[in-house]
């Protein structure tokens, strides 16, 4: 149980376009799900809280314009990087948490995303 | 703030040998622990928690320790095995279930 999945794997683009990352709750419902984004040997640096049904919110230093985050289910949550440059080809990783109340985080197998 | 780290500090170890990886964390208000283990181009997987009420967890050749007098965590792997080769990252919960990562330690298991 507590299966996370990322959709697509990975993704190159060109620069200027839009992308869209899915991040599903396979087997539990999860009202609160989060966005990472690592760089190579770097740490996971949180992005955003996505909560079911509301607004994102974004950590410090994150475009909410350019990370659009929409959570309209209690299984599915999606990143849009919209108008996506080189600087932003990065890994991207989502996690969830059981909306039955424990405090683990189930982490998606991560998105890399290369931009021309 | 979050952490990063531009190089990864490694520790490599003899297949058999028990490993302890350390972490310290940065808010002495956190009151929930987790390691995780990431393989080379995969999410991070879960492998053990605690919560600040305890000193000591045991999981199955893994054990958490954790000092919150001087804010330090660490991770005892028993009879490291080459598939123990991956990353790992603790991590802080902070309020909201917001999680803090650590800069992380590569393992490396020689046969």
């Known amino acids: 149980g507590a299966v996370v999945s990322q959709h697509p794997s990975w993704v190159i683009c060109k620069s200027g376009t839009s992308v869209k990352i899915e991040c599903r709750s396979l087997?539990?419902?999860?009202?609160?799900m989060f966005w990472y984004r690592q760089f190579p040997k770097q740490s996971l640096m949180l992005m955003a809280t996505s909560n079911e049904g509301s607004k994102a919110t974004y950590e410090q230093g994150v475009e909410k314009d350019k990370f659009l985050i929409n959570h309209a289910s209690l299984t599915l949550s999606t990143l849009t990087v919209t108008s996506a440059h080189p600087e932003d080809s990065s890994f991207y990783i989502c996690s969830a948490r059981n909306v039955i109340g424990t405090d683990t985080q189930y982490f998606g197998p991560g998105t890399r995303l290369t931009v021309l | 703030g979050e952490s990063v780290g531009l190089h990864l500090p490694t520790l490599s170890v003899q297949e058999g040998d028990n490993s302890i990886i350390n972490c310290a964390y940065s808010n002495s208000a956190s009151d929930y622990f987790i390691w995780y283990k990431q393989e080379s181009g995969k999410g991070p997987q879960f492998i053990i928690d605690?919560?600040?009420?305890?000193d000591k967890r045991q999981g199955q050749r893994v054990t958490v320790l954790l000092n919150k007098t001087v804010k330090h965590l660490s991770l005892q792997i028993a009879a490291t095995q080459p598939g123990d080769s991956a990353v790992y990252f603790c991590?802080?919960?902070?309020?909201?279930?917001?999680?803090?990562f650590g800069s992380g330690t590569r393992l490396l298991v020689r046969p």
């Open positions: 991590a802080e919960n902070m309020a909201t279930y917001k999680l803090i």
């Open positions: 087997d539990f419902q999860a009202t609160t």
């Open positions: 605690i919560r600040s009420n305890m």
